[in-house]
């Protein structure tokens, strides 16, 4: 199951990361200045994730390839990992794709502690795809049934 962990930096601003079910980081989120922006950030991932128009396919000048994640006004929501081939690039764009939609229920976890906001619906493209909750163990996004 892909999650998203919550985070905050040295610098107060929060971050998510989105992990595969391996436990491998997919993408990292910029910088926020609030737990709610940064899970808004949250949200335009699932809604932004659905369209291939919004995965901008890039080459690093070391060779690698990676992503990043566009909202529909140009911003970066979130770029990825670095892979070795185009190949595992494109792998990871359309393990988002499915992941935020075909999958299993999402997790948001925040390791933020016990103060955790509840957030937003979380709407994609093809409706409402789940609720981002306060659980005893963090903040958890799961799509309805």
């Known amino acids: 199951m892909?999650?998203?962990v919550i985070t905050q930096?040295?610098?107060?601003?929060f971050r998510f990361i989105l992990k595969a079910d391996n436990g491998q980081v997919i993408l990292n989120s910029e910088g926020?200045?609030?737990k709610a922006a940064a899970l808004k950030g949250v949200e335009s991932v699932i809604?932004?994730?659905q369209s291939k128009n919004n995965f901008e396919q890039k080459k690093a000048n070391?060779?690698?390839f990676y992503f990043n994640l566009k909202a529909a006004n140009g911003r970066i929501?979130?770029?990825s990992q670095m892979y070795k081939d185009a190949a595992g690039r494109d792998n990871g764009i359309g393990?988002?794709?499915?992941e935020l939609v075909e999958g299993e229920p999402?997790?948001?976890v925040d390791d933020l502690g016990a103060d955790a906001a509840v957030g937003p619906a979380l709407v994609g493209d093809d409706g409402a795809v789940g609720l981002l909750d306060r659980g005893d163990e963090g903040l958890f996004v799961e799509r309805a049934q």
């Open 2 to 4: 892909a999650n998203f």
């Open 9 to 13: 930096s040295k610098n107060g601003e």
């Open 32 to 34: 926020y200045s609030s």
């Open 47 to 49: 809604t932004n994730s």
């Open 62 to 64: 070391n060779g690698k």
């Open 77 to 79: 929501i979130g770029t």
């Open 95 to 98: 393990y988002i794709a499915m």
């Open 106 to 108: 999402l997790q948001a």
